[in-house]
């Protein structure tokens, strides 16, 4: 038995529903699976999720995550 406590793949929060957590650059990396560099452009050219500063960390809300996919399925249904 394993006393350390395993962190949750933030994918799979996001299937089950919305995390009661704000999202970090990590887990948007990993959720979209690209590198974290990557995320941090997309928010430079914001063409990304919204993101937003707690000080000077950079947090996304769960609910702006999920309306970026929907309005990028949106998009590419409108295009093919």
């Known amino acids: 038995m394993s006393t350390a406590r395993e962190q949750p793949d933030p994918r799979a929060t996001l299937r089950a529903g919305l995390p009661d957590r704000y ?3 990590d887990d948007i ?3 979209f699976e690209v590198p974290k560099e990557t995320v941090y452009q997309w928010r430079k050219k914001r063409i990304g ?6 000080g ?4 996304y ?5 999920l309306a970026h996919v929907a309005e990028r399925k949106s998009t ?4 093919a």
């Open 49 to 54: 999720p919204l993101g937003f500063r707690i």
């Open 56 to 59: 000077k960390y950079i947090r």
């Open 23 to 25: 999202l970090t650059p």
């Open 29 to 31: 990396a990993e959720i």
């Open 61 to 65: 809300d769960p609910v702006d995550v």
């Open 76 to 79: 590419d249904q409108d295009a």
